[in-house]
């Protein structure tokens, strides 16, 4: 195809995939197959219907863009650069996948602005998705009047065959449905090869059936290679369904233009090759030299600017007149976009006293949460089908579903997977929303890929995990976690709590609204069993993660008994025993070993001073990561088997978490 016959529309196209063939071919490393297939609908997509403003990523009203199928980010890439966001230069392209580039080899939100949320585990994105729909549609919900359409945007979405065989997108997309969210609009590539090959040799569902059954409002473009004007009525057809979320099946050929390797696996993750990049540039008439974009397409590209400015004026303008009309509310939006927490929002925190009668950590997580929500508008969440035993029901507001966008209690259903990665998703919206979703905590292991992108994205999510150890009982080691605790401190920028009374429960809950504040995750283990509130706890020590609870801090103990959550009481009363029988005890409470170790290093030194070796670290569950704390005399009491079906006392006392044993292995420690 001669340059000459190109219509500018091919011309446009044909950028988009030369730009990342050519940054694929200089890093060695990617996958050119994605954006070669998907030219014609992203640059439909970005050129006739998304709404947004190059100069300005953060513009709240703008249409939100979701690359599911991450790998193929040079088409995320390229659009960026080519409709003129300053984030994506063409040294930023040439730098694709290298150290330090604002284009890393998976969409990152926190690295290239223009990006909404990182995606490249598969799946992810279209759950993400779903997310961001929920937040437009509460903050719309919210705020919107009948003469005032403040908040008016769309979520769309590229994904692809292994999104839609990875579970966490069906999870997502059966609650997306179950709601009705009718901005969310996903364009599924349908290009019919995945790494193994053809989708032929396991994947031949009717997708588009599925998603009909989701209660989506289902399309197919037979030919999304070339049928510009299908598409673009699909998309039409999908923005006129206000009750559906829509899902437009493109049938595409990865690798659009490339001669031999065209519709096979060979192009989905892996540089095309000198030869075959010639050969490629001969078949689709690409006379240009790499990185070159023809000067009319990038002057149609770059029309997004002034149209971006444009829509933001315009927005700005009802922007100004809602403030005129609705100025109560109008401060409330405008303090939500800033991020900046209601002033004394912390002082609803509940604050216990020694002589409070003992509950479970799970109830005081649940009267935190109530007191916080008339607080906290900001505040938005819901269990896994486990409400009444997470006990994370809101009481100030109801529940979350289709036409009742502006309640605040969300039904995720048993969908644990999808229901962190829909958190995600609220988190990065940018309307100041602060997530939080509530499981078992054994259960986090059904949702581990969202919390490790709640950490890697900077999302603030706030993960309520209840039962939290052997004592949950009866129901036996396929809920009691054992390994879990050391699993989620292992993963980085995620705060991990563990109180241990009522006063740590507020201390934590400060902690987690403040970092989810400042875009960090926390997740907070609270136990099934009634816990004493411990003298000499406070919100303000909890809150930084480690403190004396027991003992004087002015002498230097002979020992130091270290626990969290349910085991910290056992500590403090053994410690009352060696105090009688003439030992110098400290007992520390360390609920966040990540707070903890943020501390300065004098306070830390005060807590636990290195000179004192004798320690005896008692948590039910596996020792795994304490020898940090254990010095070169230390000891623990843990678990190092998967547990057992007794009542939960009984499990307690039989793997060692009684005052008795404390006192014998203390004892022993100390010879």
Same mark, same amino acid.
């Given at each position: 195809?001669?340059?000459?016959?190109?219509?500018l529309?091919?011309?446009?196209?044909?950028?988009?995939?030369?730009?990342?063939?050519?940054?694929?071919?200089?890093?060695?490393?990617?996958?050119?197959?994605?954006?070669m297939?998907?030219?014609?609908?992203?640059?439909?997509?970005?050129?006739?219907?998304?709404?947004?403003?190059?100069?300005?990523?953060?513009?709240?009203?703008?249409?939100?863009?979701?690359?599911?199928?991450?790998?193929?980010?040079?088409?995320?890439?390229?659009?960026?650069?080519l409709?003129?966001?300053d984030?994506v230069?063409?040294?930023?392209?040439?730098?694709?996948r290298?150290?330090?580039?604002?284009?890393?080899?998976h969409?990152?939100?926190?690295?290239?602005?223009?990006?909404?949320?990182?995606?490249?585990?598969?799946?992810?994105?279209?759950?993400?998705?779903?997310?961001?729909?929920?937040a437009?549609?509460?903050?719309?919900?919210?705020?919107?009047?009948?003469d005032?359409?403040?908040?008016?945007?769309?979520?769309?979405?590229?994904?692809?065959?292994?999104?839609?065989?990875?579970?966490?997108?069906?999870?997502?997309c059966?609650?997306?449905?179950?709601?009705?969210?009718?901005?969310?609009?996903?364009?599924?590539?349908?290009?019919?090869?995945?790494?193994?090959?053809?989708?032929?040799?396991?994947?031949?569902?009717?997708?588009?059936?599925?998603?009909?059954?989701?209660?989506?409002?289902?399309?197919h473009?037979?030919?999304g290679?070339?049928?510009?004007?299908?598409?673009?009525?699909?998309?039409?057809?999908?923005?006129?369904?206000?009750?559906?979320?829509?899902?437009?099946?493109?049938?595409?050929?990865?690798?659009?233009?490339?001669?031999?390797?065209?519709?096979?696996?060979?192009?989905?993750?892996?540089?095309?090759?000198?030869?075959?990049?010639?050969?490629?540039?001969?078949?689709?008439?690409?006379?240009?030299?790499?990185?070159?974009?023809?000067?009319?397409?990038?002057?149609?590209?770059?029309?997004?600017?002034?149209?971006?400015?444009?829509?933001?004026t315009?927005?700005?303008?009802?922007?100004?007149?809602?403030k005129?009309?609705?100025?109560?509310?109008a401060?409330?939006?405008?303090?939500?976009?800033?991020?900046?927490?209601?002033?004394?929002?912390?002082?609803? #925190?509940?604050? $216990?006293? %020694?002589?409070?009668?003992?509950? /479970?950590?799970?109830?005081?997580?649940?009267?935190? *949460?109530? !007191? =916080?929500?008339?607080?906290?508008?900001?505040?938005?969440?819901?269990?896994?089908?486990?409400?009444?035993?997470?006990?994370?029901?809101?009481?100030?507001s109801?529940?979350?579903?289709?036409?009742?966008?502006?309640?605040?209690?969300?039904?995720?259903?048993?969908?644990?997977?999808?229901?962190?990665?829909?958190?995600?998703?609220?988190?990065?919206?940018?309307?100041? #929303?602060?997530? $939080?979703? %509530?499981?078992?905590l054994?259960? /986090?292991?059904?949702?581990?890929?969202?919390?490790r *992108?709640? !950490? =890697?994205?900077e999302?603030?999510?706030?993960?309520?995990?209840?039962?939290?150890?052997?004592?949950?009982?009866?129901?036996?080691?396929?809920?009691?976690?054992?390994?879990?605790?050391?699993?989620?401190?292992?993963?980085?920028?995620?705060?991990?709590?563990?109180?241990?009374?009522?006063?740590?429960?507020?201390g934590?809950?400060?902690?987690?609204?403040e970092?989810?504040?400042?875009?960090?995750?926390?997740?907070?283990?609270?136990?099934?069993?009634?816990?004493?509130?411990?003298?000499?706890?406070?919100?303000?020590?909890?809150?930084?993660?480690?403190?004396?609870?027991?003992?004087d801090?002015?002498?230097?103990?002979?020992?130091?008994?270290?626990?969290?959550?349910?085991?910290?009481?056992?500590?403090?009363?053994?410690?009352?025993?060696?105090?009688?029988?003439?030992?110098?005890?400290?007992?520390?409470?360390?609920?966040?070993?990540?707070?903890?170790?943020?501390?300065?290093?004098?306070?830390?030194?005060?807590?636990?001073?290195?000179?004192?070796?004798?320690?005896?670290?008692?948590?039910?569950?596996?020792?795994?990561?304490?020898?940090r704390?254990?010095?070169?005399?230390?000891?623990?009491?843990?678990?190092?088997?998967?547990?057992?079906?007794?009542?939960?006392?009984?499990?307690?006392?039989?793997?060692?978490?009684?005052?008795?044993n404390?006192?014998?292995?203390?004892?022993?420690?100390?010879?």
């Amino acid at each position: 195809m001669p340059v000459a016959t190109q219509t500018l529309e091919e011309l446009c196209i044909n950028s988009i995939r030369f730009l990342a063939i050519d940054a694929v071919e200089k890093a060695k490393s990617g996958h050119p197959g994605l954006p070669m297939g998907a030219a014609p609908m992203a640059f439909v997509l970005w050129d006739r219907f998304l709404r947004f403003n190059p100069k300005n990523p953060k513009w709240f009203n703008r249409d939100r863009f979701v690359l599911s199928a991450g790998h193929g980010c040079m088409l995320q890439y390229a659009l960026l650069h080519l409709t003129g966001y300053d984030s994506v230069t063409i040294d930023d392209l040439k730098q694709f996948r290298q150290w330090g580039s604002k284009t890393p080899g998976h969409p990152e939100n926190f690295e290239t602005p223009g990006v909404e949320v990182t995606t490249g585990p598969l799946g992810q994105g279209i759950a993400n998705a779903v997310g961001l729909a929920i937040a437009e549609a509460h903050i719309a919900g919210k705020f919107n009047k009948p003469d005032a359409t403040l908040v008016d945007h769309y979520t769309y979405v590229i994904l692809g065959d292994g999104c839609n065989m990875e579970g966490v997108s069906g999870e997502a997309c059966s609650l997306a449905g179950h709601l009705g969210l009718g901005k969310l609009i996903a364009l599924y590539d349908d290009n019919h090869i995945s790494i193994d090959g053809s989708t032929d040799v396991s994947f031949t569902e009717d997708v588009n059936k599925r998603f009909e059954a989701y209660g989506w409002h289902v399309q197919h473009v037979q030919d999304g290679n070339n049928d510009l004007e299908a598409i673009a009525a699909a998309i039409e057809a999908a923005k006129a369904v206000t009750d559906k979320p829509s899902f437009i099946k493109i049938t595409t050929t990865i690798g659009y233009g490339s001669p031999n390797k065209q519709n096979t696996a060979g192009v989905h993750g892996a540089a095309l090759g000198g030869d075959e990049v010639k050969l490629t540039r001969e078949n689709l008439g690409w006379e240009h030299e790499p990185f070159v974009v023809p000067e009319d397409a990038l002057k149609h590209f770059r029309k997004a600017v002034e149209r971006g400015a444009q829509l933001e004026t315009d927005w700005n303008k009802i922007w100004a007149d809602y403030k005129a009309k609705y100025a109560e509310d109008a401060a409330e939006f405008e303090r939500l976009l800033s991020g900046k927490l209601p002033e004394g929002w912390e002082k609803t #925190l509940p604050v $216990y006293k %020694a002589e409070d009668k003992a509950v /479970a950590t799970r109830k005081t997580s649940e009267v935190t *949460l109530n !007191a =916080l929500a008339p607080a906290l508008p900001e505040l938005i969440g819901g269990s896994a089908d486990l409400t009444h035993s997470n006990l994370t029901y809101l009481k100030v507001s109801g529940d979350f579903q289709k036409g009742q966008y502006h309640n605040r209690n969300l039904r995720f259903g048993v969908r644990e997977h999808g229901m962190g990665a829909i958190c995600n998703g609220i988190a990065l919206h940018g309307s100041g #929303l602060i997530p $939080y979703c %509530a499981t078992f905590l054994v259960f /986090a292991d059904y949702m581990r890929a969202a919390i490790r *992108l709640s !950490a =890697l994205s900077e999302a603030g999510v706030i993960y309520v995990m209840t039962h939290d150890s052997l004592a949950l009982g009866e129901d036996g080691p396929t809920h009691q976690p054992v390994e879990t605790l050391a699993s989620l401190r292992a993963i980085p920028n995620l705060i991990v709590y563990r109180p241990a009374d009522g006063n740590e429960t507020s201390g934590a809950y400060k902690v987690a609204v403040e970092q989810a504040n400042k875009h960090r995750p926390t997740l907070m283990a609270f136990s099934r069993q009634n816990l004493p509130q411990l003298p000499g706890s406070s919100i303000e020590k909890a809150a930084k993660g480690g403190y004396i609870v027991d003992g004087d801090e002015n002498e230097t103990p002979d020992l130091i008994l270290i626990a969290t959550g349910s085991e910290v009481h056992l500590c403090v009363e053994a410690a009352q025993k060696l105090r009688e029988a003439g030992k110098k005890v400290r007992v520390v409470s360390l609920p966040s070993w990540e707070i903890f170790e943020e501390q300065p290093a004098d306070y830390r030194e005060s807590v636990l001073p290195k000179a004192v070796t004798k320690r005896l670290a008692v948590e039910a569950a596996s020792s795994f990561g304490w020898h940090r704390y254990l010095g070169s005399e230390g000891t623990m009491i843990s678990v190092e088997r998967f547990g057992v079906s007794a009542p939960g006392n009984v499990a307690m006392e039989k793997f060692g978490y009684t005052v008795d044993n404390v006192l014998a292995k203390a004892k022993e420690l100390l010879g």
